[in-house]
């Protein structure tokens, strides 16, 4: 299950994501891994694989890269079919992605 959304940069983050690790025994994470349309891997997608290298590195625990295509896209469409609109959406789009991105994960590991 998704725990929320951490903004913040390295190596707070890394930081942030053991303490979640530890406190609710997480034994498995998923990292959007965002390609591009064509599916290749750009600049940001060999940075997600990166981030997921060093969570790999740092916490012990398997670390999933999930692709992440239009989950922002759907993320919006989902909130806004919700009744969710302009700042109160973009206030929880992220979170909202990052279930479609887990949940993406899931069907697929079945």
Known sequence: MPFGTIRTGAPEDVKAIAALVREHEVTAIVVGHPLSMTGRSGAAADHAEKFAEALRGF??????????????????????????????RREVVDQAAATLILQAYLDTAR
Do not use: M, Y
């Open 59 to 88: 916490l012990g625990v398997p670390v999933h890269l999930q692709d992440e295509r239009l989950s922002t896209v759907q993320a919006e469409r989902d909130l806004a079919a919700q009744g969710l609109r302009g700042r109160e």
